[in-house]
């Protein structure tokens, strides 16, 4: 399995841009219930682009578990924000991130590019 510099760079944008919003706008209600549809949608684009199939169980549990890390996330830098270890470790999600996925894709035994054909159904392009 093959990892790409572009996909990998993909990635890490993308989470460092939640964890901007996750900082600096309060999660509401509102809020929280449009990101969890939106998490909704992209684990089941996620989870059709590799399984081709449909699995509402765990696409209930992971937004939900997205959901608290913003919640989480919006309420712990106000306290933990003077530490050094604190902002490191939230420079590190990313990274932490995508080794689990990686080791997600590779214990699951899928060879297919994943975060590739993501990245090109992102951009409106066909396979």
Do not use: S
């Amino acid at each position: 399995m093959k990892i790409v510099l572009n996909e990998i760079l993909y990635v890490i944008i993308y989470i460092y841009i939640f964890l901007y919003i996750f900082i600096y706008i309060k999660p509401t209600i509102f809020i929280l219930l449009l990101f969890y549809l939106y998490c909704f949608i992209a684990y089941e684009i996620f989870y059709i682009l590799i399984y081709k199939k449909k699995n509402i169980t765990q696409n209930i549990i992971y937004p939900f578990l997205c959901c608290i890390f913003y919640y989480i996330i919006h309420y712990t830098w106000k306290i933990y924000n003077k530490y050094f270890i604190y902002k490191l470790l939230l420079l590190l999600i990313p990274f932490i991130y995508i080794i689990f996925i990686t080791g997600f894709v590779y214990y699951k035994g899928f060879t297919n590019d994943y975060l590739k054909n993501l990245c090109i159904w992102i951009q409106g392009k066909k396979f």
